[in-house]
């Protein structure tokens, strides 16, 4: 117990650190927004400075950084579905159904007759 | 009949129950934003325009700031507890309370400048999206404020009869806490930067 104690004693110090590194990274995703970037990397850039911080309120505030196994399972065993969940958006693009496409294939595929005009 | 296992912690697993409970209910909850991103991933992507600039950057990095810092003044109050400075840790747990609570209003103002002008969610499809994962952001804010209430008022008592079991409580709390911290750490670039 008098470990614990000791532990938690050291790593107050630790919580204000990455406190105030959250902070200097917040300013930071503001600050890239204002470089107008392209769209993908702009996207880019924000999630992985979203994940810097992420991974230190994750590892820091929420002790996973040293947490027993069955914590690291039940979570890994989430990222896993957590990326199927993220990837389901990938199917409806795989497809042209519900894109507007012209021309005599999209007559044909409305089901009407096709038109004899069309492309002329 | 006690439950076993509420403070000493489990010889297979090597945890307590509480600790088991609540990162297991986190992974469910990471599997309810995860759904709603997701809907904005399809949102987005298939919508032939995307607004940008309809909502203050300003008001969403002070939110940010004022979540940061309540998440610090919530790991304040778990660790003063374990060094026992139950003094201190009244005072982080009311000022993440406090903190939560402004969170809240500056959401209020955010909502209703939107509101007052007809821009419900039925407006378009970015603030229905918005709202939606805003809403229920919100909504697990005002849980925890729920459960931090409860601490700071009828649910102290425990300290004096099971100090242990209560700084475990706290340590639960900071975990949901944190979580609710993390998604808006995720929510405050997509929503408001991109």
Do not use: C
């Not at chain 1, 989430?78 to 795989?94: G, K, Q, W």
């Not at chain 2, 026992?84 to 000022?95: P, S, T």
């Amino acid at each position: 117990m008098h470990a614990d104690v000791e532990a938690v004693r050291k790593s107050v110090r630790t919580y204000m650190m990455i406190g105030g590194a959250l902070l200097v990274f917040t300013a930071i995703t503001v600050a890239a927004n204002l470089l107008h970037l392209s769209v993908p990397a702009a996207i880019t850039l924000a999630l992985i400075i979203a994940s810097i911080k992420a991974s230190m309120v994750a590892a820091v505030f929420m002790h996973l950084n040293h947490e027993k196994r069955w914590i690291y399972g039940s979570l890994l065993l989430t990222v896993a579905f957590f990326i199927v969940l993220m990837s389901v958006p990938l199917f409806t693009l795989m497809d042209s159904t519900g894109t507007h496409v012209t021309g005599p294939v999209a007559a044909h595929e409305a089901g009407a007759p096709p038109d004899e005009h069309a492309g002329h | 009949m006690n439950i076993p296992y509420t403070v000493e912690s489990r010889p297979d697993t090597g945890l307590n129950n509480g600790k088991l409970g609540i990162w297991l209910f986190l992974a469910s909850e990471v599997m309810l934003f995860g759904a709603l991103f997701s809907t904005y991933i399809i949102l987005r992507t298939t919508a032939p325009v995307w607004p940008h600039g309809e909502l203050s950057i300003l008001l969403g990095a002070i939110n940010t700031v004022i979540l940061i810092s309540s998440s610090v003044t919530m790991v304040m109050a778990w660790a003063t507890l374990k060094l026992n400075d139950w003094a201190k840790h009244r005072l982080y747990l009311i000022a993440t309370f406090v903190l939560a609570g402004i969170f809240l209003v500056n959401k209020y103002f955010e909502y209703a400048e939107h509101l007052t002008h007809g821009e419900g969610p039925w407006h378009s499809t970015f603030l229905a999206i918005y709202f939606t994962l805003t809403g229920l952001h919100g909504l697990h804010i005002v849980g925890g404020m729920i459960v931090m209430a409860y601490f700071i008022g009828p649910g102290a008592g425990l300290w004096k009869r099971n100090p242990e079991q209560f700084a475990n409580r706290i340590e639960f709390t900071g975990l949901y806490w944190h979580f609710v911290d993390l998604v808006w750490i995720f929510l405050f670039p997509v929503l408001y930067l991109l």
